[in-house]
């Protein structure tokens, strides 16, 4: 129901309780359950209305970040334009591409990697991906913690370019501040996608012990 009042409201600008009831064929406390979660999460706001002789009453609207929720076909453009970057003939210009396409996602992405030593900026790293709902774990292992990501965050165009691991891993080193290796990848068929740091995999080199959890 939620998805329903988002998309009312793109429509509507502002509507009261009853009205989202009347227009969903709900209960009113149906309505004020939803509500509830959309302002938690910060997708909606809540007005006082006042006009005629009746009592003020309360209106809500969509806020900045809910009014960004809209449109669903961003996956799509993704693509396309990956696809585009794919086509570029000559490799020194696809590379510097890639590279500049990766220091604008780290600098988004900065301001929540922020500690002071690469293992706090790997941890921070494990915990944005989390609050994007990206299974990751993050793992002991040599001189520095390993990134294990149990799912990719860019499913569609890995299926059609696997250099988007590339990408990923440019991003997570511009974050930790030193080179990072795809020791493990789910397109080769390992459980996860392991990023570390160089010098903790030439610590490991020779150990055999799975690093993906069952």
Same mark, same amino acid.
């Given at each position: 129901?939620?998805?329903?009042?988002?998309?009312?409201?793109?429509?509507?600008?502002?509507?009261?309780?009853?009205?989202?009831?009347?227009?969903?064929?709900? +209960?009113?406390?149906? @309505? $004020?359950?939803? =509500?509830?979660?959309? /302002? *938690?999460?910060? %997708?909606? !706001?809540?007005?006082?209305?006042?006009?005629?002789?009746?009592?003020?009453?309360?209106?809500?609207?969509?806020?900045?970040?809910?009014?960004?929720?809209?449109?669903?076909?961003?996956?799509?453009?993704?693509?396309?334009?990956?696809?585009?970057?794919?086509?570029? +003939?000559?490799?020194? @210009? $696809?590379?510097? =591409?890639?590279?500049? /396409? *990766?220091?604008? %996602?780290? !600098?988004?992405?900065?301001?929540?990697?922020?500690?002071?030593?690469?293992?706090?900026?790997?941890?921070?790293?494990?915990?944005?991906?989390?609050?994007?709902?990206?299974?990751?774990?993050?793992?002991?292992?040599?001189?520095?913690?390993?990134?294990?990501?149990?799912?990719?965050?860019?499913?569609?165009?890995?299926?059609?370019?696997?250099?988007?691991?590339? %990408?990923?891993?440019?991003?997570?080193?511009?974050?930790?501040?030193?080179?990072?290796?795809?020791?493990?990848?789910?397109?080769?068929?390992?459980?996860?996608?392991?990023?570390?740091?160089?010098?903790?995999?030439?610590?490991?080199?020779?150990?055999?012990?799975?690093?993906?959890?069952?």
């Amino acid at each position: 129901m939620s998805v329903e009042i988002l998309d009312l409201l793109r429509k509507r600008d502002r509507m009261t309780v009853s009205e989202f009831a009347g227009a969903l064929r709900v +209960t009113a406390t149906a @309505v $004020r359950q939803q =509500l509830q979660r959309l /302002l *938690a999460e910060d %997708l909606i !706001d809540r007005v006082t209305a006042r006009g005629g002789r009746g009592r003020p009453h309360h209106e809500y609207r969509l806020t900045e970040k809910g009014r960004r929720t809209g449109g669903n076909n961003f996956a799509d453009l993704a693509v396309a334009l990956w696809m585009e970057l794919k086509d570029i +003939t000559v490799p020194e @210009v $696809r590379r510097g =591409l890639l590279q500049r /396409l *990766a220091t604008r %996602l780290a !600098d988004s992405y900065r301001p929540s990697v922020q500690g002071s030593r690469p293992e706090q900026r790997i941890r921070q790293i494990g915990s944005l991906l989390e609050a994007r709902e990206i299974p990751v774990q993050i793992r002991e292992q040599g001189a520095l913690p390993v990134i294990d990501a149990l799912a990719c965050p860019y499913p569609d165009l890995a299926e059609r370019d696997r250099s988007i691991c590339s %990408l990923e891993r440019m991003v997570f080193s511009e974050l930790v501040g030193e080179p990072l290796r795809l020791s493990q990848c789910r397109l080769d068929g390992d459980g996860c996608c392991t990023f570390a740091a160089a010098r903790s995999v030439a610590e490991t080199d020779g150990d055999s012990t799975p690093n993906c959890p069952n």
